[in-house]
């Protein structure tokens, strides 16, 4: 199929090379120039495994181009909306102007006939409006919500562990041959494969995507809220989560104690959707959702603070290095990143920061300049009284204690995540210190 797709993000990008290692035609549209010029040579303008080997051998069979010229998707059958939909500046509701904007272009262009599929996150009630100015131009709609973890982009994408489409109405839905059908030959290879359908209303199809996030968020901060208590009581936080995860009902995923949330979704999509539901008088609800906030909010002074604690109190003048800079690992993304406000938080206080990351340095230049970097863990500690693991990269967590030892002065690693074997780095002649856990010594006892 002849297949558009409108905005090359980090959603778009992933989504146009996917789509046309599945053998459809692929037209990207953007309006950076310069971000099209990169992923026409092959090149993805942020770092995602595995989708640079996309990029090049679907453009090298001549499946996928990229332009900025929106009449270049006149011929294609189906649209896919893939705009980017930040927080607002002022306020935490979503900014849907790039939305607007991709579809105000696309009517005068789009054929009579044709499927428009949104994907970008968007807050319950902005579908019907969309489905109303696309009908104008004989279109149309599909809300078919993105469910794209960073780092496993690609992977997701082509194995989704579930497909949802809103739709006007069920009757639609299930008419033979309608929009639902076409937008099903798309993902054939998926269906096919077993990934199960979920056909729904636009309004719940918009909300299952703000749900999913505002959950994840939720389960985040409240297994930091139990930190807090382990830190109040003298338990240890990664006991009681390893207990909590042997629970069906509970599950493993999401009850990772640290540093908290962040990243381009989770924080923009819990915001949005407590600004819904305060607009829509669901207090409790914005209630809920704002206290989780305020929880993830506190998890950087706390980190701070045992920063101080481990460098007598004062942190003015004294020298630290911070491994990982972005938000999570396998990613670049240092939006909202907890690492990197860390970094900043200690710089605030007088400190000086020396900080590395395997993927996100350059992007960290630019929005945290205030920091020194370095290309390599040695580099980074060569000078440091204190090291802090921000960012659970494998590669961190793996670092043997006895080889760091040869690199620096320091003898104290603050887990920031809480993911090393304390044991073995007390054992090493290292404190460590995390939240929610009890200080580990070297001889292996707490103070």
């Not at 500046?89 to 006939?113: F, R, S, W």
């Not at 206290?291 to 706390?302: D, G």
């Not at 990197?340 to 300049?369: I, K």
């Amino acid at each position: 199929m002849r297949l558009s797709v409108i905005g090359c993000g980090y959603l778009g990008a992933v989504h146009a090379a996917a789509m046309a290692s599945l053998g459809h035609e692929v037209v990207g549209v953007d309006t950076d120039s310069a971000k099209v010029e990169r992923l026409a040579r092959g090149e993805p303008p942020f770092f995602e495994p595995g989708l640079e080997a996309l990029l090049k051998r679907s453009e090298q069979n001549g499946s996928l181009e990229f332009t900025t010229d929106i009449a270049a998707i006149a011929d294609a059958e189906v649209h896919f909306i893939c705009v980017g939909t930040p927080q607002l500046p002022d306020a935490l509701g979503a900014d849907l102007t790039a939305l607007v904007g991709a579809v105000e272009a696309m009517v005068p262009v789009i054929a009579p006939g044709s499927v428009v599929v949104g994907k970008s996150t968007v807050p319950v009630g902005t579908a019907r409006r969309v489905a109303e100015r696309v009908a104008a131009a004989g279109a149309t709609l599909v809300w078919n919500p993105e469910f794209l973890r960073e780092g496993h982009a690609v992977h997701d994408t082509l194995q989704p562990d579930r497909i949802v489409y809103g739709v006007d109405t069920l009757a639609e839905a299930k008419a033979q041959g309608g929009a639902v059908g076409i937008v099903d030959g798309v993902y054939r290879t998926m269906l096919e494969g077993g990934a199960p359908r979920l056909v729904m209303s636009y309004e719940s199809a918009e909300l299952v995507k703000t749900a999913a996030n505002s959950y994840l968020a939720l389960r985040v901060s409240f297994i930091n809220a139990i930190s807090d208590l382990a830190d109040a009581s003298g338990a240890d936080v990664l006991e009681v989560a390893a207990a909590l995860r042997l629970d069906d009902r509970i599950g493993r995923l999401f009850l990772n104690p640290g540093l908290g949330f962040g990243g381009g979704c989770l924080p923009k999509d819990l915001h949005a959707l407590a600004a819904r539901a305060g607009e829509l008088g669901v207090m409790d609800t914005a209630a809920l959702l704002a206290a989780a906030n305020q929880v993830n909010e506190t998890r950087r002074p706390r980190v701070k603070a045992l920063a101080a604690r481990a460098l007598g109190g004062v942190l003015a003048g004294r020298r630290i290095a911070v491994l990982g800079l972005s938000f999570k690992p396998l990613s670049d993304d240092v939006r909202n990143s907890q690492s990197a406000l860390l970094a900043d938080d200690l710089v605030a206080a007088g400190a000086v920061v020396t900080a590395t990351d395997p993927a996100a340095v350059g992007l960290a230049r630019v929005s945290h300049p205030g920091l020194r970097y370095a290309d390599t863990v040695g580099e980074a500690v060569a000078d440091a009284e204190l090291i802090i693991l921000a960012t659970e990269w494998q590669e961190y967590r793996d670092l043997d204690p006895g080889e760091l030892a040869g690199w620096t002065r320091a003898r104290t690693l603050i887990d920031a995540r809480c993911v090393i074997d304390s044991a073995r780095w007390s054992t090493a002649g290292w404190t460590v210190l995390a939240p929610g856990r009890p200080a580990s010594v070297p001889g292996g006892s707490a103070p």
